[in-house]
């Protein structure tokens, strides 16, 4: 049987590295499979979700002309148990808290979606304002140097 890009098929782990995974498929070829894209979470240490010998779906990505195949894990999971970025970032609210870390850059009205660089200006603009506060403040209580001393 052909490979081709985007077939789903299963395949046995034979090698693990710090960086991957490779996988022994049909036909005698074998694929890698990034750490990145082992599973939909962040991976520290691909021997937490592998083993060697053991059997994996994996999603056929590229075959590269010299004969290397790329392999996802995360992208072989079916659509309905796979959490969808847009969906997660749906669900939240887009609300300001007044939490510090909270920012006001994220769009408050939910059906108009908001361009990178509108966000990223009232990022920077909520930025400035809260650095200006910052050295208001601090001119205020007045600044201490490293002795200890007041710095009026």
Known sequence: MDLEVGMIVEGKVTGITKFGAFVDLEGGK??????????PTYVNDIKDFLTE??????KVLTINDDGKISLSIKKAIPQQKRPSNSQSRSSAPKQASSRPGSFEWQSSKKS?????????????????????????????????SRRGNSSK
């Open 30 to 39: 074998t694929g890698m499979v990034h750490i990145s894209e082992v599973a």
């Open 53 to 58: 010998g053991q059997t994996v779906k994996v």
């Open 112 to 144: 108009e979606p908001s361009s990178f660089e509108d966000m990223l200006s009232k990022f920077k603009q909520a930025s400035d304002e809260k650095m200006s506060d910052l050295k208001r403040n601090e001119n205020k209580r007045g600044g201490y």
